[in-house]
């Protein structure tokens, strides 16, 4: 009877185990080989559990994906998750080239006609999208987000403006807007490289936005994001709630502030 006792409390606790695994916010490394930026690309996935509706799955492309455990995701998603707060959710980070890869497409760069940051977005769209979802087993998520800091968050706005037949909202942290201005022609148009392709642009996509950038006298991306904004709103292409900007007055640009910001980001493109 002792033995009897002993083998169902086993079997109970593996059966609880196993529940408990299911149910748990997990994270794993992958790896994709891009013909369009010629290298493998390595990929950190969170991921909470699947659905029995597979289409109610909601995707995040992060172009921060050696970033993510300094951004806490992993955490953040576990308490979200844990608080009910959190539709179902597949993170994706995308280990990019910071000095090559990431910033704005088609921009005419003095001796660089390599374009990497359009040859990223390819690789977004028609490699790492389609691996994604073959991986997933899911032909369609019920909403699609990529975000970005820094110059990384110039590639995610470029990619969602382009693609915003696929993508519906985009977050960009403290966007580095003036990272191309040094190939400026002096004496021409004070506005930023990046911030004129998008006034010059003919697209008029359907995104929702969220931007974060420190409030203080000497933030570049705070000024230009304003900037941005601006061009969005005379655009005419953004609705009442289609923009959240927060400026924290007592935040930094820097991967503190930008931790202390992606609750807010999560909860605004995946809550309840």
Known sequence: MRKTGFYLLILCSIVLFSVACKKAVKLQEDKIYSRHLQ????????TTPMPDDKTSMNLLLCNNGDEMESLNMQHIIDSLYDDKQLRPLTI???????????GMSGLDIPGDKSDKPAKFNEFVIKELYPFIKKKTGIRSFRSIAICGTSRSGINAIDIAWNNADRIQKVGLFSGAFDYADKYRVP???????????FRLSRKRPKLQYWFYAANNADSIPYQNTGKLIDILHKKNITGNGDIQFIADPSGSNNIASWRKQFPAFISWAFGK
């Open 39 to 46: 290298r493998h690309v390595t990929l950190t996935i969170i």
């Open 92 to 102: 994706v980070g995308i280990h990019g080239n910071a000095a090559t890869e990431y």
């Open 187 to 197: 004496g021409t148009d004070s506005i930023s490289l990046v911030l004129e392709k």
